[in-house]
């Protein structure tokens, strides 16, 4: 499996991926606009996607925020700024290559792209997502604990927010 950059000509193999994703597991369970938009997030730090045999398998991206609630939880845990997180998402697996490597690969590749930027990687999920709860415990991930993701046009999502292992600069005096 090859993983490298999110390309603009990957879009419609990751429009497609997140499409299969969408009708397996219903994730993403709100979406507002379509499932590019999704997937082209301007507050991207960068994207990331996984290859078999020349089709896309895997898509993660790493961001500078999600909903306010799981940032300041994940900020009060940490003791770390808001500013100084970075989230792990749109961890995206194709079901016919579950159970693999690649959502593990991708989980540590975005955590790998976290901490190389100084920040300490987190992320969001939705409670009722438990493959990838399984897959975020069991690659050494803290619960943080639960929010509750409210939307603008209503409706709202119960949540648990993880903190990746922390990056070596979280002993550096100051924090």
């Not at 999110?6 to 997140?18: F, N, P």
């Not at 997502?129 to 415990?137: H, M």
């Not at 509750?148 to 119960?158: A, I, K, N, Q, W």
């Amino acid at each position: 499996m090859l993983l490298r950059e999110r390309a603009d000509g990957d879009l419609a193999g990751c429009v497609e991926l997140a499409r299969a994703v969408h009708e397996r597991d219903g994730y993403p369970h709100y979406l507002p606009g379509d499932l590019r938009d999704f997937l082209v997030m301007p507050d991207a730090y960068g994207a990331w996607v996984a290859e078999r045999d020349e089709r896309i398998v895997g898509h993660v991206a790493l961001r500078r925020r999600t909903a306010p609630a799981p940032m300041e939880l994940a900020s009060a845990a940490t003791g770390w700024p808001v500013s100084q997180l970075g989230v792990i998402s749109r961890l995206l697996v194709a079901p016919a290559v579950r159970r693999a490597g690649a959502g593990r690969r991708l989980l540590e590749h975005g955590w790998q792209q976290a901490v190389g930027r100084g920040l300490w990687p987190v992320l969001d999920v939705a409670a009722d997502l438990t493959g990838a709860i399984r897959l975020y415990e069991s690659c050494g991930w803290v619960r943080a604990g639960a929010v509750t993701v409210r939307f603008r046009g209503g409706g709202s999502l119960d949540e648990y927010v993880y903190l990746g292992p922390p990056p070596p600069s979280a002993s550096s005096p100051g924090r």
